[in-house]
């Protein structure tokens, strides 16, 4: 019950990040496509067919142990790259202060990709709300549903041929045109002077 | 069929909604209960109720338009979510703020993680049933708040830090007042925790509820004092230090049996903390400019456009007949309809309707409007005449950089493409931007890493086998904000 | 009209005549109307950051507890609603339903810019403004308005509610 303040001893910085992705890609030469570094953040862009696989290696091993799944999220690159999605996996070690970003390319065509829950609970919504507003599924997610927009809702937000101010009144949410039908059927009870 | 009857019947499970409109629910989260007479079984949090698009909005617009709508989302504490938000985009554009705006911004960033606990404390302790704490918790907050309004004229959705630096210089009377603040403070905290600290009926509520071990809080993804209350050392400000964290020395309460009533402890004493660092940042601020000087990506301060913008000058905006080709862009362009004429003929500009706001000027590309200054007033034939000679050099060079100026607000900067993911300590947890940008001015992506999504997300592990009243409690140490976690 | 102050009756205001010691004549309006704006009850529905101000107006700075005015949990209890907030469309259907279970005579009060217009947030899933599917009596502009910005707005739904007429009686 005891809460202590305490000075957090800081493990000097590990790993270079570069190393680490020279490491992937030995260890998993034909998925990656290429690395990137930007201001000193190291990216790794790889398929799609193996990420469990490789997200698994860069957690359990004890030398990098990527602890903290930072940030899952897509990217839609419509018409600037060939492949038009991308599952952006921001990952953090807080034993050694590492940090890495995989980007796994996940083709139009029916875009799906493997979960990560079974690696990191923290995934679960992130994942949904990927799937909400991108529309890319995750094969083998326990609880694939819609999170951010309603149930029946249709289309999906945030991608780029999305228009931003929603779809026109017609074709709009039927939820929010029934609740408009109502209060005009109600508004003879309400009260003028 | 007794077996479909009784399949139908069944009275075991109890299915309750705590719906959006609920007086506890710290917002507009909704909770499905499945119960088992008072034990909850599962329970099914529905979120998205406050999702307005932030994300999707910042797509179009530029990087410093879409700095406002960043204090919508933590409102409790909006200038740490400005602040992220900056340092962010100062990493991406390869800019660094001046010392001076690094300490100012410090000084609010944990002024606001004060303002967000007290919050916090004020309506955790309402919901379990301690109504005292909610009134003496909003009197101090009420003082930050005039603080705040001291330094930028509004309250809750303040936009100060900006990118660069910060929007204005901090005046003597706020650091006199917020010196007073940091004395009387740590005996206020004492206050609260006379209330409630070893109440009998805040500790039975409290201690044992909603424990969470370090590995499974790491591997949910809490951050923050969430995570902190497990034992788990992970603090931003230390580990990946910005601002003028690096230079203030302080210390991170960290829990032992991650349950309510060690991350309550360990708010109570981040409180302590940050008035520390508050007084240690007042004593060595440093002198300085606090706006980057970076004339590539930041807007320039606008005393360049004095000799135009300044009400005294008594501008009259007309139009040359020799050099206007009658193409109409200026009468569209023009928001008072001020701008009469044919096509192909030369247009004019009725003085009397003229707002003088310069949008014909950057518009026009024949150059074909001068600006008379002390022309209001003078008649039709006296402008056209001064139109026709040369405009003084002090109004050409000012309206040079008009034009510049608008092209730079309408585009936004030249940024380098390339995608960046910057994580700052907000006192709820770790916010994470994450920028890709190809190039232009506005971001092609923007998405926004918000704790309170992941902590609601955790909300069913926590209240798993506890009783109806344990949620509200769950709830309340998780701290989620609803316009955070929906966006 | 008939003179009435041989009878020792003494008029304090318009259609308000007091018969010292203790026996006041006014016109039903009037009492009905002075009943019902002295004690506002709204029922709380913080959706967004206007939340926040609106408990502020309600904490210990700006009191809203000595204009009689009490926040109640639940709606049945409820006179007025004050949309504080964003509404979102999956949201609109609770907000009508709350609104529904007020019973007469009830108000709204639009809080903030985003419940008026819909504010900055000109996007896909946000409703422009609540008065689409609601009956706004009073709107209080502001991103968030001042404590004291709500509190005009809640004197300006009082004028409102006095310079009603008849509307307690079965013939309106």
């Excluded at chain 1, 990040?17 to 020279?22: D, K, L, R, Y």
């Excluded at chain 2, 099914?44 to 989302?73: C, M, N, W």
Aim: net charge neutral.
């Amino acid at each position: 019950m005891a809460v202590t303040e305490v000075r957090i001893t800081i493990h000097p910085a590990g790993t270079d990040p570069v190393q680490i992705a020279e490491k992937i890609k030995e260890l998993f030469p034909e998925q990656v496509i290429e690395v990137v570094n930007f201001r000193d953040q190291v990216s790794v862009i790889i398929k799609k067919d193996m990420v469990f696989a490789i997200l698994k290696y860069l957690h359990d091993e004890p030398l990098f142990s990527f602890d903290h799944l930072q940030d899952l999220t897509a990217v839609d690159y419509l018409k600037k790259k060939d492949v038009r999605f991308e599952v952006v996996y921001n990952l953090y070690s807080m034993k050694y202060r590492h940090q890495i970003r995989i980007r796994a390319q996940v083709a139009d065509d029916k875009p799906s990709i493997s979960t990560v829950v079974p690696i990191w609970e923290g995934a679960n919504w992130h994942e949904r709300e990927c799937y909400d507003m991108f529309g890319i599924r995750f094969n083998g997610h326990p609880d694939p549903r819609r999170i951010l927009m309603p149930e029946d809702w249709e289309g999906y937000p945030l991608r780029k041929d999305y228009p931003l101010k929603g779809p026109e009144l017609e074709n709009d949410w039927i939820g929010f045109r029934e609740v408009l039908k109502r209060s005009q059927e109600l508004k003879e009870f309400e009260w003028e002077g | 069929m007794i077996e479909e009857a009784e399949k139908i019947f069944d009275t075991r499970e109890l299915n309750v909604n705590m719906g959006p409109q609920h007086p506890a629910t710290h917002g507009v989260l909704r909770l499905v209960l499945d119960i088992d007479g008072e034990t909850i079984v599962k329970v099914t949090p529905h979120v998205g109720y406050l999702h307005r698009g932030i994300e999707k909005l910042g797509e179009s617009l530029s990087y410093f338009q879409a700095l406002p709508l960043t204090d919508r989302l933590d409102y409790v504490s909006a200038m740490s979510n400005n602040i992220g938000y900056c340092v962010a985009v100062e990493k991406l554009f390869g800019i660094e703020a001046p010392e001076r705006a690094k300490f100012i911004r410090t000084i609010v960033g944990e002024m606001s993680r004060i303002s967000n606990h007290l919050l916090w404390l004020a309506t955790h302790a309402l919901d379990i049933g301690a109504m005292t704490v909610f009134i003496y918790c909003f009197r101090e907050r009420e003082w930050i708040l005039d603080l705040y309004e001291m330094i930028c004229g509004a309250r809750l959705t303040v936009t100060y830090p900006r990118v660069g630096g910060v929007r204005n210089d901090v005046p003597q009377e706020f650091l006199d007042s917020l010196w007073k603040f940091t004395d009387e403070f740590p005996s206020r905290i004492l206050e609260y925790e006379t209330l409630i600290d070893q109440n009998r009926i805040w500790l039975q509520r409290t201690v044992g509820i909603g424990v969470i071990s370090a590995e499974e809080a790491v591997n949910w993804g809490m951050t923050g004092p969430t995570l902190r209350g497990s034992g788990v050392p992970y603090d931003i400000r230390k580990h990946m230090p910005y601002d003028a964290y690096d230079k203030v020395d302080f210390e991170v309460p960290i829990g032992t049996t991650g349950d309510t009533y060690d991350r309550y402890r360990c708010r109570m004493l981040e409180m302590r903390q940050s008035n520390n660092i508050l007084r240690q940042l007042i004593e060595k601020l440093p002198a300085g400019p606090i706006m980057a000087d970076a004339p590539k990506f930041l807007l320039q301060p606008k005393d360049m456009m004095m000799p135009i913008t300044h009400p005294t000058k008594e501008l009259a905006y007309v139009i040359e007949e020799k050099a206007c080709k009658g193409c109409g862009m200026c009468l569209r362009a023009c928001p008072a309809k001020a701008i009469f004429g044919e096509k192909k003929q030369p247009h004019v500009i009725k003085q009397d309707l003229c707002l003088q706001c310069g949008n014909c000027f950057v518009t026009c590309k024949f150059k074909a409007l001068k600006l008379i200054p002390g022309g209001k007033g003078m008649s039709e034939e006296q402008l056209k005449e001064l139109a026709a000679g040369p405009m003084p050099e002090e109004i050409t060079k000012a309206a040079e950089y008009m034009v510049k100026h608008f092209e730079f607000v309408k585009k936004g900067p030249k940024v380098p493409e390339g995608e960046l993911y910057v994580a700052t300590e907000v006192p709820k947890g770790e916010l994470g931007f994450y920028f890709v940008s190809d190039g232009s001015g506005k971001p092609f992506r923007m998405r926004l890493r918000s704790p309170s999504f992941i902590h609601a997300g955790v909300l069913p592990r926590l209240c798993k086998g506890h009783l109806i009243a344990d949620v509200i409690a769950n709830i309340g140490t998780i701290d989620i904000v609803l316009g955070e976690c929906d966006r | 009209m008939i003179d009435t102050s041989a009878m020792g009756l003494i008029q304090v205001e318009k259609d308000v005549k007091i018969l010292p010691p203790n026996i006041i004549i006014t016109s039903f309006d009037k009492i009905i109307n002075w009943g019902r704006l002295s004690s506002m009850w709204p029922t709380t529905f913080g959706l967004a950051c206007c939340a926040i101000e609106m408990m502020a107006a309600g904490a210990a700075h700006n009191d809203l507890d000595r204009f009689g005015i009490i926040f109640r949990g639940s709606p049945r209890q409820a006179d007025c609603v004050i949309v504080a907030g964003t509404v979102t469309k999956k949201m609109a259907p609770v907000v009508r339903r709350v609104y529904d279970q007020i019973p007469e005579p009830r108000y709204v009060i639009a809080m903030g810019s985003c419940a008026c217009t819909g504010g900055v947030f000109r996007t896909y899933s946000t409703v422009q403004g609540c008065d689409s599917f609601l009956p706004v009596d009073v709107y209080v502009p502001g991103c968030p308005p001042r404590p004291e910005t709500l509190l005009e707005g809640l004197m300006m739904l009082q004028e409102k509610i006095r310079n009603e007429k008849a509307r307690w009686s079965p013939w309106r």
